[in-house]
């Protein structure tokens, strides 16, 4: 079992220990659409992931994220392109165990017990973590002797978590882990995820919930319509939308409110209104030198308002595309 790893480890060698984690390149993947065509669901993504890096893969419905990771994973291929994990094919570094999934779905046995579960994938792997550590990491050893079939959906979640833990992979890649789960039962597992983050394990992880990109990830990549439209410190890709909101009091009419620089639009709430703008600073500063507002507080964009703007930015441009395509097709 040891000679397989330095095989890996060897045929890794030459792209140095600096080497990132995962590099796609130019990557495009498609499906038939069911009427003759074809969807591109990954659409020319190119993206590298660092050893140790935490990143969220953020995209509405279809946006091409599981279509990515499945590719990482060597589940599926791409049409164009290529992927690597640590220099070498997903597949080879998925055998290798240095690659560890939790899939949206995985086929998990209802009359297994948890730990007969554990036992029996670790049976598989020719070299894994000790059953009893894997279990304490991913919390289950107090549901230990219960049957798969009457645990939560976030305790499976945890299950799976503990089989993806076992080969004690170098990249930790989750799809939508936390889906069915309850709030508290999404901050118990993202502690965990926490935890073998600070061990230096690389972490991407596609969600649905906003919070957790904001809470976890250092950076988001954010798809739609299996493009890159956002990608950087996810502090950074708040900031993206350029939008802030600042709040002052005043008692001003509406003509006063119109003259106003840098203002998206704006909110009236007794004495207090709110202006989304493009330039915080230059509106704060009007504002103080030349109103009579004061009290005043200015709030960056959340990432959700920021999420919302670059989506809908990205359907708009989708869609001016599609109508110069068919302005194109019919003249
Ligand atoms: N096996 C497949 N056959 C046909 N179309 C597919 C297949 N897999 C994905 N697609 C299509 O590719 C696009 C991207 O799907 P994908 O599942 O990658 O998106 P996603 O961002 O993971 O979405 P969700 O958040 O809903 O899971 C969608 O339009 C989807 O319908």
């Given at each position: 079992m040891k000679t397989q790893r330095t095989d890996i480890n060897t045929q890794r060698e030459p792209d140095g220990v600096n080497?990132?984690?995962?590099?796609?390149?130019?990557?495009?993947?498609?499906?038939?659409?069911g009427e003759g065509g074809r969807i591109r669901a990954v659409d020319g993504v190119s993206l590298s992931f660092d050893r140790g890096e935490v990143t969220?893969?953020?995209?509405?419905?279809?946006?091409?994220?599981?279509?990515?990771?499945?590719?990482?994973?060597?589940?599926?291929?791409?049409?164009?392109?290529?992927?690597?994990?640590?220099?070498?094919?997903?597949?080879?570094?998925?055998?290798?165990?240095r690659v560890g999934a939790l899939l949206q779905?995985?086929?998990?046995?209802?009359?297994?017990?948890?730990?007969?579960?554990?036992?029996?994938?670790?049976?598989?792997?020719?070299?894994?973590?000790?059953?009893?550590?894997?279990?304490?990491?991913?919390?289950?050893?107090?549901?230990?002797?219960?049957?798969v079939g009457k645990c939560s959906g976030g305790q499976q979640q945890r299950l799976r978590f503990a089989l993806a833990m076992l080969p004690k992979p170098e990249?930790?890649?989750?799809?939508?882990?936390?889906?069915?789960?309850?709030?508290?039962?999404?901050?118990?597992?993202?502690?965990?995820?926490?935890?073998?983050?600070?061990?230096?394990?690389?972490?991407?992880?596609?969600?649905h919930y906003l919070e957790e990109a904001e809470q976890f990830a250092r950076r988001t990549v954010l798809m739609h319509s299996g493009s890159v439209i956002a990608d950087g410190?996810?502090?950074?890709?708040?900031?993206?939308?350029?939008?802030?909101?600042?709040?002052?009091?005043?008692?001003?009419?509406?003509?006063?409110?119109?003259?106003?620089?840098?203002?998206?639009?704006?909110?009236?709430?007794?004495?207090?209104?709110?202006?989304?703008?493009?330039?915080?600073?230059?509106?704060?500063?009007?504002?103080?030198t030349q109103t009579e507002a004061h009290g005043i507080t200015v709030r960056p964009a959340s990432l959700e308002e920021a999420f919302m703007q670059l989506t809908s930015h990205a359907a708009t441009a989708d869609r001016g595309a599609a109508t110069a395509e068919t302005e194109g097709v019919t003249r």
């Open positions: 080497a990132p984690a995962i590099t796609v390149r130019d990557v495009v993947r498609s499906f038939p659409d969220a893969i953020l995209g509405p419905n279809g946006a091409g994220k599981t279509t990515l990771i499945d590719m990482i994973l060597g589940l599926n291929h791409p049409e164009s392109g290529s992927i690597e994990v640590f220099g070498t094919t997903p597949k080879r570094a998925a055998q290798g165990g779905t995985g086929g998990l046995l209802p009359d297994l017990t948890v730990k007969e579960t554990v036992q029996i994938i670790a049976a598989l792997h020719k070299d894994h973590l000790p059953v009893a550590e894997v279990m304490e990491t991913a919390g289950i050893t107090g549901i230990a002797s219960r049957t990249i930790i890649i989750l799809d939508e882990p936390t889906a069915g789960m309850d709030v508290a039962a999404r901050h118990e597992f993202w502690d965990r995820m926490a935890e073998t983050a600070a061990t230096g394990t690389t972490i991407l992880f596609a969600t410190p996810t502090e950074q890709v708040r900031q993206q939308a350029g939008a802030a909101h600042v709040t002052v009091t005043w008692a001003a009419c509406s003509a006063e409110i119109n003259q106003l620089p840098h203002v998206i639009d704006h909110e009236v709430r007794g004495s207090t209104i709110t202006f989304r703008t493009d330039d915080a600073d230059a509106l704060a500063r009007h504002l103080l």
